[in-house]
């Protein structure tokens, strides 16, 4: 895709987005007697507005800081300040993670800049995997959606941090380079001034997430008004099922790390434990993180990295969660 093609993309996005807001604005009134009058319609309409008004101010905040990100460190810089040996690399690209907030569509694409043949490939998906998980924007965001409940931060770090080690480490042991088939993406404008790289990231990432979380929201007042509260019951009374059908949901929804931790919270009918599934599964691996996986690395690569991530994050978090918040 050209400049000029993303640039017009991107104005319609923005474009589509204000006018969306201002016929919801102009529309208030008439939607408010609607759902009035309809109970079920408006138990949706207030768990979808929880989700997306709380949701909101760190999305917003968290694009800022990937924008940021984007600008000012390269992948040049991250390289030089990894380890050459393989184990401390990937350890240091985890903890190193949680520094360098963003957004799971940015981690990506540095990544596959990051991975090279100097060995340093598992450190590049180490880091791909925790820089959406455990950086401050995510954990603050999961306090404030779990506000009775801090161990869920704890657990959540703890749980992602050790899926992108335990990730990194196994392709070190595993991994082939034959399986990469992509050639990591050029930079479309070389002489593109801070200012601009900083605008076009951030509304990329703004775009983007906005449009999952009102799929998520609305996703999570459908489960609200639409789901028997037996289903839940059942889920509740048993464990097992309750974790497969939160993570198998995270991958369904690929939601932002940075807004998923509401969504996660507006589901208090199910226990601690599968919603932490939900909150380690989700940006580690989904529909669309295959799906730039593939575009990035290639299908071989991701057919092989996504299924083998899905259960590595499922059964830490499990882990965890059992003795951290179960």
């Not at 319609?12 to 204000?18: A, R």
């Not at 990544?111 to 959406?132: E, H, I, K, N």
């Not at 869920?152 to 595993?174: E, K």
Request: glycine share 8%; charged share 10%.
């Amino acid at each position: 895709m050209s400049t000029r093609t993303g640039s017009r993309s991107g104005n319609l996005s923005m474009t589509l987005l204000i006018g969306g807001l201002l016929v919801a604005a102009l529309t208030g009134g008439v939607l408010h007697e609607i759902v009035r009058e309809r109970p079920r319609l408006a138990t949706a309409a207030t768990v979808f507005s929880g989700v997306f008004v709380q949701a909101l101010p760190f999305l917003a905040f968290g694009v800022v800081i990937s924008g940021l990100v984007a600008t000012f460190v390269t992948p040049e810089v991250v390289a030089r300040w990894l380890p050459r040996r393989t184990a401390p690399a990937v350890l240091a690209a985890g903890i190193g993670g949680a520094a360098l907030p963003g957004c799971e569509c940015a981690s990506v694409p540095v990544a596959r800049r990051l991975y090279g043949d100097d060995g340093r490939g598992a450190a590049a998906l180490t880091f791909m995997l925790s820089a959406p998980a455990i950086n401050p924007v995510v954990l603050v965001s999961t306090a404030v959606a779990f506000p009775g409940h801090p161990a869920m931060v704890v657990a959540r770090c703890a749980a992602s941090l050790l899926t992108a080690v335990i990730m990194g480490l196994l392709w070190s042991r595993w991994g082939r380079p034959g399986w990469i088939t992509r050639r990591p993406p050029t930079v479309s404008a070389p002489g593109s001034a801070r200012t601009t790289v900083f605008v076009e990231a951030a509304r990329h990432d703004f775009l983007q997430a906005a449009a999952y979380l009102v799929l998520g929201a609305l996703a999570a007042a459908l489960l609200h008004v639409l789901v028997p509260a037996w289903v839940y019951d059942h889920l509740a009374g048993q464990l097992l099922l309750g974790i497969l059908t939160m993570a198998v949901l995270a991958v369904v929804l690929s939601l932002c790390s940075e807004a998923d931790a509401f969504v996660a919270a507006s589901l208090s009918m199910l226990p601690l434990v599968p919603r932490l599934v939900f909150l380690v599964v989700g940006p580690a691996v989904d529909l669309k993180l295959f799906a730039m996986q593939a575009g990035m690395f290639g299908r071989a690569f991701a057919v092989r990295f996504a299924p083998t991530t899905f259960l590595v994050a499922t059964a830490v978090a499990t882990a965890v969660g059992l003795v951290v918040v179960g």
